[in-house]
Each structure stands twice: as structure tokens, then as C-alpha cells.
């Protein structure tokens, strides 16, 4: 069965570091998510891209975070410089448009900001 | 105002038995979509069941159904037969129509962390 892919699978950096993130969703899925999930709680959307469009990116803080997907197929998420509360798990997910309710999440990545 | 709202921190329950985690939410739009999403130690997120606000029967995907109580606002899970490996944590989610001002974003619970013993 098809995969949404991320990498890398762990990250440990130090604060003022820059870092970023990769992700390759199901081939044909138009719709990509990077979420951002926090110790404890459920993830929360940070950015949302229709082919290399951004459609939602009204939670991402823009003063450090960016977000890329150039040709419509696989994704970058960057952070610089990083701060000891962007320590989490960063998701990327996808959907396709004959299906567009259900969400399929890759792995994710495990942030730790030192 | 939480979107989404699970009580349970933690459930226990034996293997073989039943168990129900809780789900409300919140909206004034009459259309939406629930969802119930699984993630085991290894992190992913992995789609359970969905049930669509018009839909009349409650949804149900092998050993999972979906308590669906619209006027009470509530979206439980019912995992039937529980096994070990259903430990993990539930998360449930809501989403609102695309042409909505949340543009169809997926809003999550806190989770619920369910163990399952032998």
C-alpha cells in the first residue's frame, strides 16, 4: 500500500539552528498537510497546499517557519532559527481530490531543540 | 472554544472486552465530517472511521463503530473485542466543509490513551 513519506525520522538541533523537514506524499494527492503535534495533544494544522498552492496557512508562524512545494508533488517544511518550544513531532499527510475527507499521515519527524 | 473535546486521559480495559472512548464537538455548521484516528508508539496517524453529519447509520469499520448522537453533539468510539495491540492513542478529529471559513481544516482532540491488558 501506498506511504506518505518523511524524513528525517529524528532531528535533534540546537536553538538558533535551522532545520528542515521533507515529506513525499501518495502519488496523485493533490492536498498536502504539515501539522505540528506537541506532547500531549493532537496535532494541529500548520500549513495545507493544493498542488504548489498554499491554501491555509493561517497557523504557521511565518516569522521562522516556511513551507515549500514547488512542483506539486513533494514538500519542504523549514524552521529558522529554531526555538526550544518548537520541540515536537511534525506530520505530513495527504489526501486525494475523489477522496478528499480522509487523510493518509506519514511517520512523522521528532524535533528535539536543545 | 475547543472544537473537539475528549475527557478521558486514560482507559483501561482487558482483552476480549469492550470499550467506548468519548468524543463532543462543536459547530453551527450542518455539514461535517468525524473521524477517529489511531497512533500506536511508532507515531503515525491511522484513519479509523469517518461519519459524515448526514449520514443516518452509525459507521462501522470491522471491530470499530462510531456512536453517532448528533442533538448530544457526540462522536464515541466503540472498539469491540479488545486486543493488545489496540494500545495506542485515539485521537478524534472533526472537519467542516472547505467553503467554510476553516477552509476544511481537520481539528484533533487531545487523544485518549488507550491500554489494553492481558
Known amino acids: 500500500e501506498a506511504e506518505v513519506a518523511q524524513s528525517p525520522r529524528y532531528k535533534i538541533t540546537e536553538k538558533s539552528q535551522a532545520v528542515a523537514f521533507w515529506c513525499d506524499p501518495i502519488s496523485g494527492h493533490a492536498t498536502l498537510y504539515w501539522y505540528r503535534q506537541i506532547l500531549g495533544q493532537g496535532p494541529e494544522l500548520l500549513v495545507q497546499f493544493q498542488d504548489e498552492s498554499v491554501v491555509d496557512d493561517s497557523q504557521l508562524p511565518k516569522d521562522r517557519f516556511s513551507a515549500e512545494r514547488l512542483k506539486g508533488v513533494d514538500s519542504t517544511l523549514k524552521i529558522q532559527p529554531a526555538e526550544l518550544g518548537d520541540s515536537a513531532m511534525y506530520l505530513c499527510?495527504?489526501?486525494?481530490?475523489?477522496?478528499?475527507?480522509?487523510?493518509?499521515f506519514g511517520s512523522g519527524t521528532q524535533l528535539s531543540v536543545l | 472554544a475547543q472544537k473537539i473535546t475528549q475527557t478521558q486521559p486514560g482507559m483501561f480495559v482487558q482483552e476480549k472486552e469492550a470499550v467506548t472512548l468519548d468524543c463532543t464537538y462543536d459547530?453551527?455548521?450542518?455539514?461535517?465530517?468525524l473521524f477517529w484516528y489511531k497512533q500506536p508508539s511508532s507515531g503515525e496517524m491511522i484513519f479509523l472511521i469517518y461519519?459524515?453529519?448526514?449520514?443516518?447509520q452509525n459507521a462501522t469499520e470491522g471491530r470499530y463503530s462510531l456512536n453517532f448522537q448528533k442533538a448530544r453533539k457526540s462522536a464515541n468510539l466503540v472498539i469491540s473485542a479488545s486486543q493488545l495491540g489496540d494500545s495506542a492513542m485515539y485521537f478524534c478529529a472533526m472537519r467542516e466543509p472547505r467553503g467554510g471559513s476553516t477552509l476544511g481544516r481537520l481539528y484533533f482532540g487531545r487523544g485518549t490513551q488507550l491500554t489494553v491488558w492481558p
Open positions: 499527510a495527504s489526501s486525494s481530490s475523489r477522496d478528499s475527507f480522509r487523510l493518509f
Open positions: 459547530t453551527s455548521d450542518p455539514s461535517y465530517g
Open positions: 461519519q459524515g453529519s448526514y449520514d443516518q
